[in-house]
């Protein structure tokens, strides 16, 4: 059985930041690609940053040279640092993980989500 829990996300005014955290936890074996998708009222679900086993990372052009995604592989945790926040960035974050559970094949996970309101 593996959890995984985020916290970081609430309530900050435009231009502030945030740091989102989510960690795994249970029988896991290896970890490969981490990402962090968000939601808003009304729309799709829509990626916003990921990061390789390799630590290749990608992000999406809305958060780009605001946002940084980086992982801690002891501590089985994904953060997203997200600074110059914008009213647009309001929405539920939610983190994926492919995890290897069984020593032979990935799993998709994913976390309960959690709120990011950016308002004055």
């Known amino acids: 059985q593996v959890q995984l829990v985020e916290s970081g996300g609430g309530l900050v005014q435009p231009g502030g930041s945030l740091r989102l955290s989510c960690s795994a936890s249970?029988?896991?074996?290896?970890?490969?690609?981490m990402a962090w998708y968000r939601q808003a009222p009304g729309k799709q679900r829509e990626l916003v940053a990921a990061?390789?086993?390799?630590?290749?990372?990608n992000y999406s052009e809305s958060v780009k040279g605001r946002f940084t995604i980086s992982r801690d592989n002891a501590k089985n945790t994904v953060y997203l640092q997200m600074n110059s926040l914008k009213p647009e960035d309001t929405a539920v974050y939610y983190c994926?993980?492919?995890?290897?559970?069984?020593?032979?094949?990935?799993?998709?996970?994913w976390g309960q989500g959690t709120q990011v309101t950016v308002s004055s």
């Open positions: 994926n993980l492919d995890i290897d559970v069984t020593g032979s094949k990935l799993y998709d996970y």
């Open positions: 249970g029988r896991i074996f290896s970890i490969n690609a």
């Open positions: 990061i390789t086993g390799g630590g290749r990372k």
